[in-house]
T-cell receptor, first 111, second 111 residues
Framework: KQEVTQIPAALSVPEGENLVLNCSFTDSAIYNLQWFRQDPGKGLTSLLLIQSSQREQTSGRLNASLDKSSGRSTLYIAASQPGDSATYLCATAGSARQLTFGSGTQLTVLP | DADVTQTPRNRITKTGKRIMLECSQT?????MYWYRQDPGLGLQLIYY???????NKGEISDGYSVSRQAQAKFSLSLESAIPNQTALYFCATSDILGGQFFGPGTRLTVL
């Protein structure tokens, strides 16, 4: 059974800092890995999707990497802003495209 | 208009009542999913469906049932609600590349 772990559970940084969120998973036989953003009481917004054959994806200030052999992914956020404050969820997709989620990292960017 | 809609958005009910949560999508995707999120945790898969004739249990299906009425509609039922089913419920669809698109969620409280 796939297990996804995110560390740290919470992170607080001053505005402008670059930061890295970590995600690890136990089963490397994944179809893809996705990073989502969740604002309080809201749904999930897809940020980046990395197919199993890819090593990284970039979108604006966000860069996500995938290392299947070590069971790790990182989400890099450059020049953080208060609007980046949210919970960030990592999820791996199995053969049926069903997702297994980590518990998330709650990010607070202080002005 | 939202691509994935859920009704109701909020529901308070009593122990033992039967509850149905509905999900509709306009994305034309065959694959649909129901997830549950408990406070401070990631999402867990309840059921998923590849098409109207193909429905599969997820990791926490006990106490739940589903119906795929059409490609665009996937309903989740709680046959006899209990307090520990109080949670945020999300419906999602998946495209051929495995990217998932989430509805806004239904907040269910069982008293």
């Amino acid at each position: 059974k796939q297990e996804v772990t995110q560390i740290p559970a919470a992170l607080s940084v001053p505005e402008g800092e670059n930061l890295v969120l970590n995600c690890s998973f136990t089963d490397s036989a994944i179809y893809n890995l996705q990073w989502f953003r969740q604002d309080p009481g809201k749904g999930l917004t897809s940020l980046l999707l990395i197919q199993s054959s890819q090593r990284e994806q970039t979108s604006g200030r966000l860069n996500a990497s995938l290392d299947k052999s070590s069971g790790r992914s990182t989400l890099y956020i450059a020049a953080s802003q208060p609007g980046d404050s949210a919970t960030y969820l990592c999820a791996t997709a199995g053969s049926a495209r069903q997702l297994t989620f980590g518990s998330g990292t709650q990010l607070t960017v202080l002005p | 208009d939202a691509d994935v809609t859920q009704t109701p958005r909020n529901r308070i009910t009593k122990t033992g009542k039967r509850i149905m949560l509905e999900c509709s999508q306009t994305k034309g995707h065959d694959r649909m999913y129901w997830y549950r999120q408990d406070p401070g945790l990631g999402l867990q898969l309840i059921y998923y469906s590849f098409d109207v004739k193909d429905i599969n249990k997820g990791e926490i299906s006990d106490g739940y049932s589903v119906s795929r009425q059409a490609q665009a509609k996937f309903s989740l039922s709680l046959e006899s609600a209990i307090p520990n089913q109080t949670a945020l419920y999300f419906c999602a669809t998946s495209d051929i590349l495995g990217g998932q698109f989430f509805g806004p969620g239904t907040r269910l409280t069982v008293l």
